[in-house]
Protein backbone atom coordinates (compact mmCIF):
# COMPACT_ATOMS: atom_id res chain seq x y z
CA UNK A 1 0.00 0.00 0.00
CA UNK A 2 1.76 3.23 -1.00
CA UNK A 3 1.58 5.85 1.45
CA UNK A 4 0.79 9.84 0.56
CA UNK A 5 3.87 12.46 0.31
CA UNK A 6 3.98 15.72 -0.72
CA UNK A 7 4.03 16.26 -4.10
CA UNK A 8 6.07 19.29 -4.18
CA UNK A 9 9.30 17.03 -3.86
CA UNK A 10 8.30 15.28 -7.13
CA UNK A 11 8.60 18.08 -9.69
CA UNK A 12 6.89 15.53 -12.14
CA UNK A 13 3.92 14.92 -10.15
CA UNK A 14 3.37 18.48 -9.51
CA UNK A 15 3.27 19.05 -13.55
CA UNK A 16 0.84 15.97 -13.92
CA UNK A 17 -1.63 18.00 -11.66
CA UNK A 18 -1.42 20.77 -13.67
CA UNK A 19 -2.02 19.50 -16.52
CA UNK A 20 -5.11 17.27 -15.13
CA UNK A 21 -6.36 21.10 -14.26
CA UNK A 22 -6.06 23.17 -17.27
CA UNK A 23 -7.68 20.01 -19.28
CA UNK A 24 -9.98 19.83 -16.53
CA UNK A 25 -10.94 23.51 -16.89
CA UNK A 26 -10.34 24.78 -20.44
CA UNK A 27 -10.73 21.46 -22.28
CA UNK A 28 -13.55 19.60 -20.66
CA UNK A 29 -14.63 22.71 -18.90
CA UNK A 30 -15.24 21.06 -16.00
CA UNK A 31 -16.61 23.17 -12.46
CA UNK A 32 -13.14 24.24 -10.16
CA UNK A 33 -14.87 21.86 -7.66
CA UNK A 34 -14.81 19.04 -9.40
CA UNK A 35 -10.96 19.38 -10.98
CA UNK A 36 -9.36 20.84 -8.24
CA UNK A 37 -9.50 17.77 -6.01
CA UNK A 38 -9.19 15.57 -9.30
CA UNK A 39 -6.10 17.54 -9.87
CA UNK A 40 -4.76 17.66 -6.48
CA UNK A 41 -5.14 13.37 -6.35
CA UNK A 42 -3.33 12.90 -9.52
CA UNK A 43 -0.47 14.92 -8.07
CA UNK A 44 -0.50 13.19 -4.77
CA UNK A 45 -1.00 9.80 -6.24
CA UNK A 46 2.08 10.35 -8.75
CA UNK A 47 4.23 11.76 -6.31
CA UNK A 48 3.40 8.56 -3.64
CA UNK A 49 4.01 6.27 -6.83
CA UNK A 50 7.42 7.78 -7.12
CA UNK A 51 8.66 7.33 -3.58
CA UNK A 52 7.47 4.06 -3.60
CA UNK A 53 9.50 2.86 -6.36
CA UNK A 54 12.85 5.08 -4.53
CA UNK A 55 15.31 2.32 -2.86
CA UNK A 56 14.63 1.65 0.89
CA UNK A 57 17.36 2.52 3.58
CA UNK A 58 17.70 1.25 7.11
CA UNK A 59 16.34 3.32 9.51
CA UNK A 60 17.33 2.15 12.78
CA UNK A 61 17.09 4.16 16.24
CA UNK A 62 20.75 3.24 17.29
CA UNK A 63 23.77 4.55 15.56
CA UNK A 64 25.92 2.70 17.21
CA UNK A 65 24.27 -0.78 15.88
CA UNK A 66 23.92 1.10 12.38
CA UNK A 67 27.28 1.29 12.53
CA UNK A 68 27.91 -2.37 14.21
CA UNK A 69 25.50 -3.92 10.65
CA UNK A 70 27.36 -2.25 8.49
CA UNK A 71 30.47 -3.44 9.62
CA UNK A 72 28.91 -7.47 9.58
CA UNK A 73 27.55 -6.45 5.82
CA UNK A 74 31.20 -6.02 4.74
CA UNK A 75 32.57 -9.28 6.85
CA UNK A 76 29.98 -11.38 5.66
CA UNK A 77 30.33 -10.12 1.85
CA UNK A 78 34.53 -10.69 2.20
CA UNK A 79 33.47 -14.70 3.63
CA UNK A 80 31.57 -15.14 0.69
CA UNK A 81 33.16 -13.89 -1.96
CA UNK A 82 36.13 -15.76 -0.09
CA UNK A 83 34.42 -18.76 0.32
CA UNK A 84 32.56 -18.69 -3.13
CA UNK A 85 36.57 -18.49 -4.38
CA UNK A 86 37.69 -21.86 -2.38
CA UNK A 87 35.11 -23.39 -3.45
CA UNK A 88 36.09 -23.30 -6.92
CA UNK A 89 39.48 -24.08 -6.14
CA UNK A 90 38.56 -27.00 -3.91
CA UNK A 91 36.80 -28.88 -6.96
CA UNK A 92 40.15 -29.49 -9.03
CA UNK A 93 42.16 -30.30 -6.06
CA UNK A 94 40.21 -32.64 -4.57
CA UNK A 95 38.43 -34.25 -7.72
CA UNK A 96 41.81 -34.57 -9.06
CA UNK A 97 42.78 -36.99 -5.44
CA UNK A 98 39.33 -38.93 -5.92
CA UNK A 99 38.65 -36.91 -2.32
CA UNK A 100 35.02 -37.14 -3.15
CA UNK A 101 33.77 -36.95 0.52
CA UNK A 102 35.96 -34.13 1.43
CA UNK A 103 34.92 -32.19 -1.57
CA UNK A 104 31.63 -32.56 -0.58
CA UNK A 105 31.83 -30.94 3.03
CA UNK A 106 33.50 -28.00 1.79
CA UNK A 107 31.54 -27.25 -1.04
CA UNK A 108 28.28 -27.26 1.25
CA UNK A 109 29.85 -25.13 3.96
CA UNK A 110 31.27 -22.66 1.42
CA UNK A 111 27.87 -22.31 -0.28
CA UNK A 112 26.07 -21.92 3.23
CA UNK A 113 28.38 -18.73 3.70
CA UNK A 114 28.15 -17.61 0.40
CA UNK A 115 24.30 -16.76 1.68
CA UNK A 116 25.43 -15.31 4.42
CA UNK A 117 25.20 -11.73 2.68
CA UNK A 118 21.47 -12.05 1.79
CA UNK A 119 20.58 -13.39 5.11
CA UNK A 120 22.60 -10.63 6.93
CA UNK A 121 20.51 -8.32 4.60
CA UNK A 122 17.11 -9.69 5.64
CA UNK A 123 18.15 -9.19 9.44
CA UNK A 124 19.32 -5.69 9.18
CA UNK A 125 15.46 -5.08 7.52
CA UNK A 126 14.06 -6.98 10.48
CA UNK A 127 16.11 -4.99 13.32
CA UNK A 128 14.04 -1.81 12.40
CA UNK A 129 11.79 -0.58 15.51
CA UNK A 130 11.11 -2.25 18.87
CA UNK A 131 9.18 -4.92 17.72
CA UNK A 132 12.13 -6.44 16.20
CA UNK A 133 13.39 -7.27 19.72
CA UNK A 134 13.84 -10.96 20.37
CA UNK A 135 11.45 -11.68 23.32
CA UNK A 136 13.03 -13.66 26.08
CA UNK A 137 11.05 -16.95 24.78
CA UNK A 138 12.87 -16.89 21.72
CA UNK A 139 16.31 -16.12 23.14
CA UNK A 140 15.61 -19.16 25.81
CA UNK A 141 14.60 -21.38 22.46
CA UNK A 142 17.97 -20.27 21.42
CA UNK A 143 20.10 -21.13 23.88
CA UNK A 144 18.00 -24.03 24.57
CA UNK A 145 19.13 -25.41 20.81
CA UNK A 146 22.64 -24.54 21.55
CA UNK A 147 23.22 -26.50 24.44
CA UNK A 148 21.25 -29.30 23.20
CA UNK A 149 24.08 -29.35 20.17
CA UNK A 150 26.67 -28.76 22.84
CA UNK A 151 26.06 -32.16 24.06
CA UNK A 152 26.35 -33.98 21.42
CA UNK A 153 29.68 -31.72 20.27
CA UNK A 154 33.60 -32.10 20.77
CA UNK A 155 37.12 -30.79 20.06
CA UNK A 156 36.64 -27.06 18.73
CA UNK A 157 32.67 -27.17 17.62
CA UNK A 158 32.26 -28.16 21.68
CA UNK A 159 34.31 -25.02 22.21
CA UNK A 160 32.43 -22.69 20.16
CA UNK A 161 29.56 -23.52 21.16
CA UNK A 162 30.63 -22.94 25.01
CA UNK A 163 31.21 -19.62 23.71
CA UNK A 164 27.65 -19.07 21.67
CA UNK A 165 26.57 -20.41 24.89
CA UNK A 166 27.90 -17.28 26.87
CA UNK A 167 26.84 -15.08 24.59
CA UNK A 168 23.15 -15.92 25.03
CA UNK A 169 22.93 -15.87 28.13
CA UNK A 170 23.96 -12.41 27.83
CA UNK A 171 21.52 -11.45 26.01
CA UNK A 172 18.51 -13.65 27.72
CA UNK A 173 20.28 -11.18 30.68
CA UNK A 174 19.61 -7.82 28.93
CA UNK A 175 15.67 -9.10 27.95
CA UNK A 176 15.66 -9.70 31.50
CA UNK A 177 16.72 -6.26 32.45
CA UNK A 178 14.27 -4.25 29.70
CA UNK A 179 17.73 -3.63 27.58
CA UNK A 180 17.99 -3.73 23.80
CA UNK A 181 19.48 -7.10 22.52
CA UNK A 182 20.19 -6.07 19.27
CA UNK A 183 23.66 -4.63 19.50
CA UNK A 184 24.87 -7.61 21.61
CA UNK A 185 23.12 -10.24 19.01
CA UNK A 186 24.69 -8.33 15.89
CA UNK A 187 28.52 -8.35 17.90
CA UNK A 188 27.85 -12.29 18.55
CA UNK A 189 27.12 -12.70 15.13
CA UNK A 190 30.25 -10.39 13.92
CA UNK A 191 32.15 -12.39 15.92
CA UNK A 192 31.30 -15.95 14.73
CA UNK A 193 31.88 -14.34 11.10
CA UNK A 194 35.49 -13.18 12.11
CA UNK A 195 36.60 -16.20 13.80
CA UNK A 196 34.44 -18.37 10.41
CA UNK A 197 37.34 -16.64 8.07
CA UNK A 198 39.68 -17.32 10.20
CA UNK A 199 39.68 -21.28 9.97
CA UNK A 200 37.98 -20.40 6.06
CA UNK A 201 41.94 -19.07 5.70
CA UNK A 202 43.59 -22.01 7.69
CA UNK A 203 41.24 -24.48 5.33
CA UNK A 204 42.54 -22.73 2.20
CA UNK A 205 46.13 -22.87 3.19
CA UNK A 206 45.93 -26.30 4.42
CA UNK A 207 44.19 -27.58 0.92
CA UNK A 208 47.40 -25.97 -1.14
CA UNK A 209 50.62 -27.64 1.21
CA UNK A 210 48.67 -31.22 2.56
CA UNK A 211 49.35 -34.12 0.89
CA UNK A 212 46.18 -35.22 -0.71
CA UNK A 213 46.65 -38.65 -0.65
CA UNK A 214 48.33 -38.45 3.25
CA UNK A 215 44.99 -39.89 5.21
CA UNK A 216 46.38 -38.05 8.34
CA UNK A 217 46.41 -34.31 6.51
CA UNK A 218 43.09 -35.53 4.62
CA UNK A 219 42.08 -35.71 8.25
CA UNK A 220 43.07 -32.79 9.57
CA UNK A 221 41.49 -31.00 6.59
CA UNK A 222 38.28 -32.55 7.17
CA UNK A 223 38.31 -31.14 10.83
CA UNK A 224 39.14 -28.01 9.68
CA UNK A 225 36.27 -28.23 6.79
CA UNK A 226 33.87 -29.86 9.94
CA UNK A 227 34.37 -26.23 12.07
CA UNK A 228 34.09 -24.23 9.46
CA UNK A 229 30.47 -26.14 8.89
CA UNK A 230 29.75 -25.62 12.47
CA UNK A 231 30.24 -21.63 12.53
CA UNK A 232 27.84 -21.72 9.86
CA UNK A 233 24.78 -23.20 11.86
CA UNK A 234 25.85 -21.29 14.14
CA UNK A 235 25.44 -18.13 12.20
CA UNK A 236 21.84 -19.26 11.07
CA UNK A 237 21.17 -19.71 14.47
CA UNK A 238 21.25 -16.03 15.27
CA UNK A 239 20.18 -14.35 12.26
CA UNK A 240 17.36 -16.08 12.26
CA UNK A 241 14.37 -15.40 14.33
Not at 40 to 46: E, F, I, L, R, Y
Not at 50 to 61: A, T
Not at 82 to 103: G, I, P
Not at 132 to 161: I, T
Request: charged share 20%; net charge negative; proline share 3%.
Amino acid sequence: MMKLVNPLFYPWAVLAGGITLILGVRIAQLPSLIVLPLATGVAVAGASFSKSREPQYLELDNPELQQEITSVKTSALVLANKSNELRLEVKKLLTDSFQMELLAAVQMSCDRASELPAKIDNLAWRLQGNNSLLSLNELQQQLLEVQQKLQSSSGMAKQHLSQLTDSLKRNIQLAKEGQDTRLARIVSISTQIQDSAGVLQQLHNQLHTSDLTDSEQINQLQLLSNEFSSFQENIDLLVRK
